[in-house]
């Protein structure tokens, strides 16, 4: 498929030994980065997760759901975003809105993609821990399951990539927002009387340029 990033959000507990392990699969893969969303166990220490961080250096962002605390520490290399551990459950941390601007992405690369792609749903490929392959981990639709149907052959099909072309420019109050191009929104849009919208508001307004976040 020529996919550069991958995510991996584990539901069950695992060990140091076992992520290591999952990791490992991919040192002679063409992935250039690793999200790994993790569910806690007292093993995930600072100390642990920096020399993980430190040895795999394709891991890009890591974060620890169901934590008894939420804090965060800078990372061991450059490339990384902070490693994070929330009390949030994973739902709400793979669905969490866009709350302030630090979590924009400010560069060239993303800039001209949202030009002509949604910038959050573009080439994006989930697939679920059944098999069922969407566009987003919070997508309603199914497209039909890798273990029967090949992930090719589902993802190379119009209706799949139909909203990859769904960019901000197209979407109501988004269009307006100065933001557009570096946002990272992970809300799916959906078309009624002819109008891509959002069904959920965004914690940012458009028209009085605040978060609403309390």
């Known amino acids: 498929m020529g996919c550069q990033d991958i ?51 394709r891991i890009s962002q890591l974060v620890v759901y169901n934590s008894p605390t939420s804090k ?5 290399h450059f490339s990384m975003h902070e490693i994070i551990w929330t009390k949030d459950q994973i739902s709400e941390e793979l669905f969490a ?18 030009q002509n792609f949604n910038t959050y749903l573009n080439r994006k490929v989930v ?10 981990p919070n997508s309603k639709i199914e497209f039909g399951n890798y273990n029967s149907a090949g ?16 960019k901000k420019d197209d979407i109501e109050v988004c269009k307006e927002c100065e933001y557009r191009h570096m946002c990272l929104d992970n809300r799916i849009p959906v078309k009624k009387e ?9 914690l940012y307004d458009v028209y009085t340029g605040r978060w609403n976040t309390n």
């Open 194 to 202: 002819d109008k891509w919208i959002h069904e959920t508001n965004c």
């Open 127 to 136: 697939i679920a821990a059944n098999g069922e392959i969407k566009n987003a």
């Open 72 to 76: 965060s520490i800078q990372s061991p």
């Open 7 to 57: 995510q991996l959000a584990f539901h069950c507990k695992h060990s140091l030994a076992k992520i290591r392990k999952i990791l490992n699969c991919f040192e002679n893969s063409s992935f250039r980065s690793i999200e790994l969303i993790l569910n806690y166990t007292g093993s995930l220490t600072a100390s642990n997760l920096r020399n993980l961080a430190d040895k795999y250096r």
């Open 151 to 166: 992930l090719s052959a589902i993802v190379n099909t119009k209706e799949f990539q139909s909203l990859w072309h769904v």
């Open 97 to 114: 809105p866009v709350r302030s601007e630090k979590q924009f992405s400010v560069n060239l690369t993303l800039f001209c993609e949202s």
